[in-house]
């Protein structure tokens, strides 16, 4: 078991460079990433890979360190109603507000390894077929640089494609690869995969329509909760459509959005707060 000052090494490390913050709960969890990491590193225990990263000369270590902190559960179409509404609701309206410009943006902030973001391209692929002759893009961004090459790789077990692909679509969008099966071009070309840190990166992502940021907020407290959905606020157009996570809100933490229910999804739009009211001095 990782010592208290080891674990929290670990935990200062992570919760600087991803903003993931780890409670004392985790230092089991710690323990047994770490142990692994060691394994595929080709070192003898969590304790050496520690004392690596202490010692300060293995800036790649230490960024697998805190990528092994991250939980990079997904799967396709998780908590199905955000694609319901995508269908339904989001791309009709968007398709006859953007008619002129022709051009869809969509950013999956904390793509995992790829699930949703190719979800997001099964429903446009399925279901706007003129789409084809617009610039869609739909920029898939995590913090994880295996995670990543996964996602880009696009090959998935069986398991994987047995949580939440439809047959139908596993038809049509998927190839067999020995076991298991691999995303078709048709897909893969709707999608850029890019390294993004949510905490710290300083290019601008750029204007979007909508943003899927789910099941990442839950992992930082609340100022870089904030700081994120600022981000997030400052990259989706004034009419855009910004999707968090079953059990993520910004109530309480960001004033910037308005909560939409749309269909049995809810989506947050931007508000326009405008510039800090003037109150009158007291005396
Ligand atoms: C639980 S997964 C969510 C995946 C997907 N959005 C979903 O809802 O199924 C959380 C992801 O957030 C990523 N993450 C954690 N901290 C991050 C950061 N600071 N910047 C970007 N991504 C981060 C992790 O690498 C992980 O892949």
New binding site residues.
Partial sequence: MLSTADFNLVRDLVRS????VLDDEKAYLADSRLRQLAKDVGMASATEVVATVRAGRNAALTQKMV?AM??????FF??GHPFEALQTVIVPELMRRRAAERRLTIW??????G??PYSVAMVLREHFPSLSGWDVRILA????TD?LARARSGRYTQMEIGRGMPQDLLAKYFDRDGTGWVVRDTLRKLVEFRQ??????TTPIGSVDVI?????LI??DIPTKHA?LDRARGALRTDGYLFL?GSETTWNLHDGFARVPCGRAHFYRVLNIGPPVARPRAG
């Fill in positions: 460079r991803s903003g993931v990528e991250t939980t990079n559960e997904t799967s998780r908590d999956c902030g904390a793509c995992s390894t699930q949703e961004t995590d913090l994880c995670i993004y840190n949510l905490l710290s990166e899927f940021m789910r099941n990442v992992y930082f994120i996570g």
